[in-house]
């Protein structure tokens, strides 16, 4: 199995809009070589505000956009869609699904907190994902939930280190401040845009756990085989739903440079149900793949 | 043709989600024996951080969705899309159509004002149909705008009489006073809701222009003929595209009772494109009445 080549693939990754370029980020450092298609639903962005129902249909027509692209591994880089939908991406999908839930929740207990705070969106709060996956792998550490549904625009229009943003941070972290909270995971992947108001709010004694680099670590564990070993440099490419000025001027920040080039995707007008027919297609290409090897 | 029986259909009104029911609530009032079928799209909101194209496909989706179900005019109460999408809809749709743009601006140029502000969101802004209006209605007004993304996640948040949002809106607002501003149109549907911050942080002497009102008279105004006029009650439906747990708070709050029921429709699923056959099924229900008259 050692000796078989790489897949050459690109890794697709999608999240409602900008946030998920910071996974985005992380990945690319840790796998220079990989090519990763970038999906930004911008389009029908937030997904934190809206029903669960919404956001699995959401979540599976944008998956299906990048199955459609003949991605090997599919990372869902949203919080909102890793909580609300990722057991229904597992079963759509034939092919591998990673979301930023479990990873980050890993992060936040190898920082050894027994008080864990998770700030995210509505959806993401409201689902009980996180909390379910901190009680199943660590029974005796406590949680608390905020929603935080500003934090989201308040990143988007900048305000990243802002006392705007200092009070509404004062406003949903009291809470857990109060009852002593060690560790806090960003259940949102905009939220490490506020680190500068989120840092200066929590105090230096409560860590601030971020999961896009836990992402990147848990897609090199668990997917070694499917990876490009060579020293090359890969390739991204960015695409969106809906023509963005605000995602362009966020992602140049993120990304550290400005975006070359960003491609418009009609993710409505793709095939519905999109799945049916790029499912059948991957699922006899894996096929292939399974007697070649 | 003042013997002329009364147009028994409801009227449509839509809006991206909550915003517009400020001129649903104003249109009840002003016509309480008339139906109403208001229709939020909160599956794809907000519609005031996407590009006209989006907004254009947006607003001719939700349109053909209530010219489905009959109704005989349309009010446009999403300013984005007002701003956006109204020369598209007037041209697509075989029924009156009305946008909140000119009675805003005219009844900002009631107050005597000389000079004129304008907020919004940044689709309604970047598109420049109020400052259109102005120039075109007034061209002796001076006029500055500037676009306030933050205020729609408050409103919907409830901030409403809150520090943070006086904060925003001093940030916002601060250009305009400087420049001596004497009204300003609050060119959202939401914004009436911020009113106690807005009015606080902009002082007794800048007139707040709501368009809600000057909407439901320019209805009246305009469209008599198609009005019930008898004294009897008339009915609210309330239909979303996605099922929101914040729109029936703040749904409460703006029409000053809980809301009895919410319908959901499926706007994505529509056929595509909805106008065809529903422009079709209108047009020759006007010819059979124009046969009728």
Known sequence: MSEQQPDPR????????????TVLQALCRRLPAESFIYLGDTARLPYGSKSAATVQ???????????AQDVKLLVVACNTASAQALPQLVDALPLPVLGVVEPGVRAALATGAHRVGIIG??????????????VRLAPKVSVQAVACPLFV?????GWWDHPVTDAVARHYLQPLLDWGVEAIILACTHYPLLLPSLSRVAGPGVKLVDSASAVAD???????????????KGSVRLQ??????????????????????????????APRPPLLTTVAGRASSLRQESHET
């Open 10 to 21: 690109p890794i697709g990754i999608f999240d409602s809009g900008v946030g998920g370029l």
């Open 57 to 67: 249909r959401y979540a599976l027509n944008a998956a299906g956009t990048l199955v």
């Open 121 to 134: 969106t509505e959806g993401t709060i409201r689902s009980g994902a996180y909390q379910a996956n901190l």
């Open 153 to 157: 625009p308040l990143a988007e229009e």
């Open 218 to 232: 848990a897609v090199v564990a668990r997917h070694s085989r499917l990876l490009r070993r060579t020293l090359g």
């Open 240 to 269: 969106l739903s809906d023509a963005s000025a605000s995602f362009l001027r966020v992602a140049a920040a993120i990304l550290g440079s400005p975006s070359s080039s960003v491609e418009l995707v009609d993710i409505e007008q």
